[in-house]
C-alpha cells in the first residue's frame, strides 16, 4: 500500500473530524495530537450522568 494524495489525505481528515475527531497543531506547549472533541450538549450530558449516581464506591467487579 502506498501513500496517500492530498485528496485522499483531506478526505480521509473530513471524515475522522465528521465523527468527533479534532486535530491538534504543534505548539510551544505540545505537540501535535488528536482528541476526542464533544459538543456542550455532550458534555452536559455526561455532567448530568456522573451527578445522578450519589456517593462513590467500590465496585464490585
Known amino acids: 500500500m502506498g501513500a496517500l494524495d492530498a485528496a485522499e489525505v483531506q478526505a480521509l481528515t473530513d471524515a475522522l ?3 468527533g ?4 497543531p504543534e505548539s ?7 482528541r ?3 459538543t456542550r450538549t455532550k ?3 455526561i455532567d448530568t450522568w456522573e ?3 450519589g456517593p462513590v464506591g467500590e465496585d464490585d467487579v
Open 51 to 53: 451527578a445522578e449516581g
Open 17 to 19: 473530524t465528521y465523527f
Open 28 to 34: 510551544d506547549r505540545g505537540g501535535v495530537g488528536v
Open 43 to 45: 458534555v452536559e450530558m
Open 36 to 38: 476526542r472533541k464533544f
Open 21 to 24: 475527531a479534532r486535530f491538534i
